[in-house]
T-cell receptor
Framework: GNSVTQMEGPVTLSEEAFLTINCTYT??????LFWYVQYPGEGLQLLLK?????DKGSNKGFEATYRKETTSFHLEKGSVQVSDSAVYFC???????????????FGKGTHLIIQP | NAGVTQTPKFQVLKTGQSMTLQCAQD?????MSWYRQDPGMGLRLIHY???????DQGEVPNGYNVSRSTTEDFPLRLLSAAPSQTSVYFC?????????????????FGSGTRLTVV
């Protein structure tokens, strides 16, 4: 079956540091890949996505590139802010249907803490 | 505001009680799904639906029932609550149909229901 593995935290960085959160996946076919962010006490918000190999998703200074050869979708940001403190989830949508009809498979989440 | 609405936000149940978690979306999304979030486990899929009248089991379906009588609503039923069902529950919805629509838009999540079973 499908699975997602991401680095577990907490990850603690100073403001303006470079961020990388690793994510690798196992899936058949061609899944779509997502990063979601969860702020304390809230639901999940879609941060960025990529639907095919070599696509780069980007939003709010965050980027991730769909690497089929390494089955990875690492999240990066050049300069983090205190407001980026949250839990980040890597996820994929099922590939057999091609369109995510069978929901999402999530990693366990990475708690990011940015210190001033 | 358009989106996914979950009720209630908080609930405490006694072991053996039953209840229904409500989920409604007003975006005319075909796909809907339920997840539970537990510490250190990420989100795990309970049940999902690809349209009215069609549901299927996810990774952790035991103890939960669902139905989808309308496009808008996708309630989750706990028939006999157990302490192991203490969790935060999220409902999500997405466009369906052609591959590109669901993949391009991703899933929209509700704000969650925090359930405690004592």
């Amino acid at each position: 079956g499908n699975s997602v593995t991401q680095m577990e935290g907490p990850v603690t960085l100073s403001e303006e540091a470079f961020l990388t959160i690793n994510c690798t996946y196992t899936a058949t076919g061609y899944p779509s890949l997502f990063w979601y962010v969860q702020y304390p006490g809230e639901g999940l918000q879609l941060l960025l996505k990529a639907t095919k190999a070599d696509d780069k998703g980007s939003n709010k200074g965050f980027e991730a590139t769909y690497r089929k050869e390494t089955t990875s979708f690492h999240l990066e940001k050049g300069s983090v802010q205190v407001s980026d403190s949250a839990v980040y989830f890597c996820a994929l949508s099922g590939s057999y249907s091609g369109g995510g009809a069978d929901g999402l498979t999530f990693g366990k989440g990475t708690h990011l803490i940015i210190q001033p | 505001n358009a989106g996914v609405t979950q009720t209630p936000k908080f609930q405490v149940l006694k072991t053996g009680q039953s209840m229904t978690l409500q989920c409604a979306q007003d975006m005319n999304h075909e796909y809907m799904s339920w997840y539970r979030q537990d510490p250190g486990m990420g989100l795990r899929l309970i049940h999902y639906s690809v349209g009215a009248g069609i549901t299927d089991q996810g990774e952790v379906p035991n103890g939960y029932n669902v139905s989808r009588s309308t496009t808008e609503d996708f309630p989750l039923r706990l028939l006999s609550a157990a302490p192991s069902q203490t969790s935060v529950y999220f409902c999500a919805s997405s466009y369906g149909g052609a591959r590109g629509r669901s993949a391009n838009y991703g899933y929209t999540f509700g704000s969650g229901t925090r359930l405690t079973v004592v």
